[in-house]
């Protein structure tokens, strides 16, 4: 599977580390936090999410992955 | 048959904005200049002239981002050269990284490490932190300077 | 005369033999004996699909007779059969094999339990192919990477009327796993396959020869095992063109010597000049049929071509005569080779393999059975983006009421049914009961039959479909697959070899190569308590975090205070993750106003810098993050005389006064610049030492004759373990579990928790109102305590030991651990083994903390 880094170009994901789905910073108050914690969306189709490139410039991406067909959008 | 040999290098690494970094000259004294992020750059150069070369980077870019940060990192780094008409070859006994252009910076896995690679006149460098260089530099022996072919 | 030896018998070879061709010549019939019954088995596909000549070459087991050639000086050696493959002593199983019905070993040696080790060793012996040859040196296959735009596996007709097509355009790689045209024997396709050959290579595509995809992965990138290397592909386009092989015939005495399927028959006779036999009959529904014949007359043979289903095949050794349905009707012949092409099997493994749109198939594996134009035009239509989509193949041979549908795995029809019977009623767990298609083959021959199996007893369209295919093809050597995939990755100080000459034991800590001890961790640990010590501790993670939000960035993203941190001074550092659970630890150490000298633990520095990344980038802060981990080194100097050693080695001031606990300084020592920080991990007066890299053994020597006359010595992991247990301080992940939050370990104090706002403090917030169910407590015990032990009340295990030593300084044995809240309430005395413990606070030595002010 290949992610496309802004400063490296694509690369297998092996030299990546993931981030999860991409959530917000910070919640309003403390019961709406457990949700943005722990209650993922885990969506079936396109998806945004972070992933740091480790093995190149070691800085984070924010990309949409297919989590059906694993495809990154270019 | 490439050669591989360690390479004793400077290397001066500056933390500042994006466009400061974007609008910053070069220092001279035959430094490579290798954007490894927006927000990073890192020079390379030989080891004699490395401290004028922090404080030409250091001078000139303090004037576009004042709190901008310029260290030498000379010692953190292990630069393993692969030298000889073999060299690209070489590497891909180490890397499915395509080998960099001219000019440019290749930044990926090589003998699985996080490594960079620029073309030189002789040949490849290749530079990982210096944690990794006795890795890397057995790695390079064994299985690309032992090429058959 | 060159010659080869087949189980000590010496055989001769003729020019472009195989191993099977020369002793095929020689007369040998017998070439294996299958796995259950040890029926004999002979040549059967010819073309290296099947499992039946498997042989051991010069020692390495699992060669495909067939597709090896033959050389002059080489051993070969049947693998199965004992005392030989001729000589089966275990033939008799095929008179038992009614006692050894399918899955009859998951029944029969249930019980008595102890059976089962005595059982599994005879079973292996007596289905094992070939041996290990465990004294041979170790081998790694050199591993290359490759990327192209078009990668073609199959170097046949339409594969490389692919890359003749696709050449011109880009890098376009053909791989083979034989010589080209190898296995073509018709006179038509050889003429094609050359003209096609030199097509491809004028136009600029590389033909691999001998490398064989062993899979298809995501990438698209496929694995190509050559010889002598392993080549890893990672291509735009793939095109799989690896033909088809002839169906696999169901049929009682399907198995015998004699039996062929057809091309591999032709390809003796036509490549290799032999004969199958005398009388052969051949059945043929495909288009094939003259085809074969006239390779057979060709050798010698006599030949019989016929159309229809094929009812039986008798013999003993081989196969003597043949019942065949023909439209016209039955008819019984006698020969001694019956030759099959009752239809086509796709070799699709590989295109199977994956789902990707960029892998497609051309020729016989698509459209099996189609002429030599049809299989250059869907090779030319594959790389123009314009592939055929993959066929079902027609006819297909129905299958007998008895027969070997498994020929590897000795899995008859009847087996089939008798597992239907007992319930497995779909083709995936068919599969897994009975064996089928799980031999050497991976169901080349027999995994549409499962299949059409599972169709024929009415199974649903969900359980009858072909089973997974997964990569390998066939299985290859670990020494293959061990190339370009190195040993533990290790990470090294440049103080490496001077602990290696220290006689130091090396031990992996993580990624790191660190001393373990350096002979007597006793006195390591005595000259940390009573005298000085140093410790490499280059391995933590450093970093150097600067820019106009320097400190709001920090704030935000860690418990503590920071901007009650002076710059000089330095504060224990939690990190937390957003559900408020301990990730890492470390130290912050304010620098001049607005930046700051950052450490984690060895283990976490690539996620300190992942994570603090993520943050200047998400809240979009103008932050300067430098990792400094490979850049410095760093030594520890520690006990009660380390501010005196320093002395002799510095002239800056080293009070109480200059450098604050904790705090820190610049100094130099021994002529290196150092930061010094004022740590207390250990408990005694330490200064941590963050210099240079390239200056640390300079460093290192001159501490060590410096402090010589005081009785120094090194300290490793060993001792550190120890003397950080006596101040009760916690390895994270020893002690700690991923779900830990601050008050779980005591660790509440490193939180400021009038702080607006900063990563996990909801969840805090969140857990703090819910009573504490687990808690890491320090402990006391009356005998030798075991790290892992459980912790008992009664007869209820509460928790668990986590760490543990006897210790001389603590005045006994004592340890962390886990416990559990027993209605409501944490127990205080418990049982581990024969063992009180007691639960105590800690820290066990200079609770005060009088030895580190000092």
Not at chain 3, 168 to 179: I, K, N, Q, R
Not at chain 3, 519 to 536: K, P, T
Not at chain 3, 648 to 676: F, K, M
Request: proline residues 6%.
């Amino acid at each position: 599977m290949l992610v496309t880094c802004p400063t490296c170009g694509r690369r297998p994901f092996t030299e990546f580390s993931f981030g999860g789905e991409l959530r917000d910073v910070a919640s309003p108050d403390t019961a709406s936090d457990f949700a943005r914690v722990y209650l993922h969306d885990n969506t079936s189709g396109p998806q945004e999410e972070r992933w740091f490139h480790l093995l190149g410039c070691r800085r984070w991406v924010t990309l949409t992955r297919d989590t059906g067909t694993n495809r990154v959008e270019a | 048959m490439p050669e591989v040999r360690e390479r004793p290098l400077g290397v001066i690494v500056c933390a500042a904005d994006p466009p400061a970094l974007d609008r910053l000259v070069a220092p001279g004294h035959g430094a490579r200049m290798l954007r490894v992020a927006p927000d990073e750059l890192m020079a390379v150069a030989k080891r004699d002239v490395i401290d004028d070369v922090r404080r030409e980077i250091h001078d000139r870019i303090t004037v576009l981002d004042d709190d901008a940060l310029v260290v030498d990192d000379s010692d953190g780094w292990t630069a393993i050269a692969l030298t000889g008409p073999d060299a690209d070859r070489a590497l891909s006994y180490l890397s499915a990284l395509q080998p960099p252009a001219a000019d440019d910076l290749v930044q990926g896995d090589v003998a699985r490490v996080a490594a960079k690679i620029v073309r030189e006149p002789d040949g490849l460098l290749v530079l990982v932190p210096a944690y990794w260089g006795e890795h890397l530099r057995t790695r390079a022996i064994e299985d690309a300077g032992g090429m058959a072919r | 005369m060159p010659s080869l030896r087949l189980d000590g018998r010496r055989l001769e070879i003729q020019d472009g033999d195989t191993i099977a061709a020369a002793a095929f010549r020689a007369g040998v019939r017998t070439f294996s004996r299958s796995l259950k019954s040890h029926r004999r088995r002979g040549l059967y596909c010819g073309t290296g699909d099947c499992a039946n000549c498997l042989v051991t070459v010069d020692a390495m087991p699992g060669e495909r007779a067939c597709m090896t050639p033959a050389r002059d000086g080489m051993r070969v050696d049947r693998e199965t059969g004992w005392p030989s493959a001729e000589r089966d002593a275990l033939a008799i199983n095929d008179k038992l094999h009614r006692f050894m019905p399918v899955g009859f070993y998951y029944k029969v040696f249930a019980r008595p339990r102890w059976l089962w080790p005595l059982a599994e060793r005879v079973i292996r012996r007596a289905t094992g192919t070939g041996t290990l040859p465990l004294d041979a040196a170790a081998r790694r296959t050199p591993t290359r990477f490759v990327r192209v735009r078009t990668l073609v596996i199959g170097g046949g007709v339409a594969g490389l009327a692919a890359a003749a097509t696709a050449g011109g355009d880009g890098s376009v790689l053909v791989a083979d796993e034989a010589t080209l045209g190898a296995r073509v024997t018709d006179p038509a396709a050889r003429e094609t396959v050359a003209r096609l050959a030199a097509e491809a290579r004028a136009a600029g595509a590389e033909i691999l020869e001998a490398h064989a995809a062993i899979g298809i992965y995501e990438g698209p990138s496929a694995a190509l095992l050559g010889p002598d290397e392993l080549v890893e592909v990672e291509a735009e386009h793939v095109i799989v063109a690896t033909g088809a092989i002839e169906a696999h015939g169901v049929f009682p005495g399907n198995d015998l010597p004699g039996v062929w399927l057809g091309r591999g028959a032709a390809r003796m006779g036509a490549t290799h000049g032999v004969s199958v036999g005398e009388r052969a009959v051949v059945v043929a529904n495909t288009g094939e049929g003259q085809q074969l014949a006239e390779a057979l007359r060709t050798a010698g043979a006599d030949v019989t071509l016929l159309a229809g289903r094929v009812l039986e095949a008798r013999g003993t050794r081989q196969v003597n005569s043949v019942s065949v349905l023909t439209p016209d009707g039955r008819r019984a012949l006698a020969c001694d080779a019956l030759v099959l092409s009752l239809g086509w099997a796709p070799r699709d493994t590989l295109l199977r393999m994956t789902a990707e749109p960029e892998v497609v198939g051309a020729g016989d594996v698509v459209r099996p059975g189609c002429t030599l134009a049809e299989a250059e035009a869907s090779g030319r239509a594959a790389s123009l983006g314009e592939a055929d989509e993959p066929r079902e193949a027609d006819p297909w041979p129905i299958a007998e009421p008895d027969g070997y549908v498994c020929v590897c795995e000795d899995v008859s029809m009847h087996d089939l049914e008798h597992a239907w019977d007992e319930g497995w009623t779909s083709s995936e767990i068919l599969k897994r009961y009975t064996t089928a298609t799980m031999g050497p083959c991976q169901g080349a021959l027999c995994s549409r039959h499962l299949a059409e199996h599972a169709r024929a007893k009415g199974a649903t369209p969900a359980a009858r479909g072909r089973t997974t295919a997964r990569p390998p093809v066939r299985g290859p050597r670990l020494g293959d697959l061990t190339g370009g995939v190195h040993e533990q990755v290790e990470r090294r100080t440049a103080l490496h070899d001077r602990h290696v000459a220290a006689g130091a034991r090396m031990d992996h800590s993580g990624v790191w190569l660190r001393p373990g001890t350096y002979g007597d961790v006793n006195d390591e640990i005595h000259a940390v308590r009573q005298r000085v010590s140093v410790m490499d501790v280059s391995t933590l993670g450093k970093f150097l975090v600067a820019g106009r939000d320097a400190r709001t960035l920090l704030d935000r993203v860690f418990p503590l205070d920071v901007g009650a941190i002076a710059p000089g001074r330095a504060r224990y550092l939690l990190a937390l993750d957003e559900a408020g659970y301990v990730m890492d630890d470390g130290l912050l150490a304010a620098l001049h106003e607005g930046s700051y000298f950052l450490t984690s633990t060895s283990g976490g520095a690539d996620k300190m810098e992942a994570w603090l990344r993520n943050w200047i980038d998400r809240l979009d802060l103008h932050v300067h993050l430098v990792n400094r981990t490979a850049q410095l080194g760093a030594i520890n100097v520690t006990g009660p005389r380390a501010r005196e050693l320093l002395a002799t080695l510095s002239d800056d001031d080293l009070s109480r006064g200059a450098l604050p606990y904790p705090g820190h300084a610049e100094i130099t020592v021994a002529g290196v610049p150092c930061r010094a920080i004022a740590v207390g991990f250990v408990g005694e007066v330490s200064f941590e030492l963050h210099h240079p890299r390239g200056r640390s053994v300079e460093l290192w020597n001159a501490l060590l004759e410096a402090g010589a006359p005081w009785g120094i010595r090194p300290h490793g992991l060993d001792a550190l373990d120890v003397l950080r247990l006596e101040k009760g301080h916690v390895y994270l992940a020893q002690d700690t579990m991923p779900d830990d939050h601050p008050a779980k370990l005591g660790l509440g104090w490193a939180v400021a928790t009038h702080k607006e706002e900063f990563v996990g403090k909801r969840a805090l917030e969140r857990m703090d109102a819910l009573p504490l169910e687990r808690r890491l407590v320090g402990l006391r015990f009356d005998g030798p305590p075991q790290r892992g032990h459980p912790l008992a009340l009664d007869d209820a295990i509460v928790g668990r030991i986590t760490s543990c030593a006897v210790s001389d300084a603590a005045g006994g044995p004592v340890g962390l651990g886990w416990l559990r809240a027993v209605d409501g309430a944490f127990p205080t005395v418990l049982r581990a083994g024969d063992v009180t413990a007691t639960v105590s606070p800690t820290p066990f030595y200079d609770p005060e903390g009088a030895r580190l002010r000092a």
